[in-house]
């Protein structure tokens, strides 16, 4: 069978589900409300923005939340607001987007880069622990493409050298650990509403956090520095205006009803890949596995571990490409980008991360939408790609 990045048909030739979904009639209904209301700021009446963030906290399992403006504003808030600044280490996975370590900057407080888990890619517990330093003040567990990291062992390493627990669950919307959702398991909890997320309003992000005093903290420094309850023109702290639009919450308020029912098809397309792929000859392609204690993946991506003996990973994405079965390279390991460690970003041997970066390859959100058609074409794709290079 002839390749299509060679001149042959390719195995998909329609396009994959669009990405975020049409508007539904409740997000129509409130977006409409709200641009009629006039009230389009989160301090000029409205309710929408309060009512979405007491929603993510019932949905989080913790009692507070605030709205902002996207999720790398939301890290930073969520660190300033525990305490993190100058001076002050922050334990960040080698293995997720760059903002996680850049909301450490903002703060002024140093980023150190930490090795993953080989098998799962979530932060190791036992990196973290080789990282600690008396400069050390918090740890920032990254759950990763809507998997749940490990919580217990790092909230243990955290309980025992006095760290804040930051989780950056900005892929993870609907995701639970041991039955109980991510987000509320630390600290704080951060989640994104950028426009490739399980949830979009174009950008966003929400902090949802456990105690009232990082509650009033982080509200603060998302609203100018002033208290909550307090005067409009009282600024006792020093805070930014980080906040959310009412227009952006109603598109995100309704969504909440149609989520579980999003992330179950995206879990029928995961399972039905991951049976396809155990029929390939030597099983040269295989899913990256939850993190242990997973009992809800929200699977954002679904990553996939190439074995490098099989295929080139650079012919394998321009191939998969033409076949109309897009893969993405995924994240460079974080200890390698020169803007963090210009910035003083320290970095631990990563050895995990590095073999990730050569071996792994995701496969994108709007694709998992798809449970009909999707795995099946996905799967023919890879055995057409790998055969041919056999």
């Known amino acids: 069978m002839t390749l299509a990045l060679h001149g042959g048909a390719p195995v998909r030739a329609v396009p994959w589900p669009a990405w975020p979904p049409p508007l539904d009639a409740a997000q129509r209904e409130l977006v409409t409300r709200v ?8 301090t000029q009446g409205g309710s929408v923005v309060t009512d979405l963030a007491a929603a993510f906290a019932r949905r989080s399992g913790a009692p507070y939340a605030v709205a902002t403006g996207n999720a790398t504003l939301g890290l930073f808030a969520a660190l300033r607001g ?22 450490v900057l903002l703060t002024g407080a140093t980023p150190v880069i930490a090795d993953v888990d080989p098998d799962d890619l979530h932060l190791s517990a036992g990196a973290a622990e080789r990282a600690v330093t008396s400069a050390t003040a918090a740890v920032m567990p990254v759950h990763l493409a809507g998997s749940p990291a490990d919580m217990d062992p790092l909230n243990a390493l955290a309980a025992r050298h006095g760290l804040a627990v930051v989780e ?28 490739s997320k399980a949830m979009t309003a174009g950008e966003g992000g929400l902090i949802v956090c456990r105690t009232e ?3 009033r903290e982080i509200w603060s420094v998302c609203n100018v520095g002033r208290s909550p309850g307090g005067a409009w023109y009282g600024h006792p702290r020093t805070g930014w205006n980080l906040r959310l639009t ?12 149609r989520l579980d029912d999003e992330i179950d098809t995206r879990e029928r397309f995961c399972a039905a890949l991951e049976r396809e792929l155990a029929t390939l000859p030597g099983r040269p392609v295989s899913v990256v596995p939850r993190p242990p204690g997973t009992t809800r993946d929200s699977r954002h991506l679904l990553m996939l571990r ?37 910035e003083g970003a320290r970095v631990e041997p990563c050895p995990s991360a590095e073999e990730a970066a050569r071996t792994v390859v995701w496969i994108r959100q709007p694709m998992l939408m798809d449970d009909t058609d999707g795995p099946a074409q996905v799967a ?5 790609v790998l055969t041919s290079r056999a």
């Open 306 to 342: 190439v074995e490098p003996e099989v295929v080139d990973r650079t012919f394998l994405l321009a191939a998969m490409e033409a076949e109309g079965v897009p893969l993405d390279a995924g994240y460079p390991p974080l200890g390698t980008m020169t803007a963090l460690t210009a």
């Open 35 to 42: 641009l009629e209301s006039g009230q389009w700021g989160a």
């Open 168 to 195: 950056d669950a900005a892929q993870a919307h609907g995701a639970a650990y041991k039955d109980r959702p991510v987000g509320g398991l630390g600290d704080a909890g951060v989640y994104s509403f950028q426009a």
């Open 213 to 215: 005093e990082a509650y």
């Open 246 to 257: 009412e227009i952006q919450a109603a598109l995100l308020l309704p969504w909440l009803d």
């Open 380 to 384: 023919e794709a890879l055995a057409k």
């Open 82 to 103: 525990l305490g993190v600044g100058r001076g002050d280490e922050v334990i960040v996975p080698a293995y997720t987007f760059v903002a996680s370590a850049t909301a």
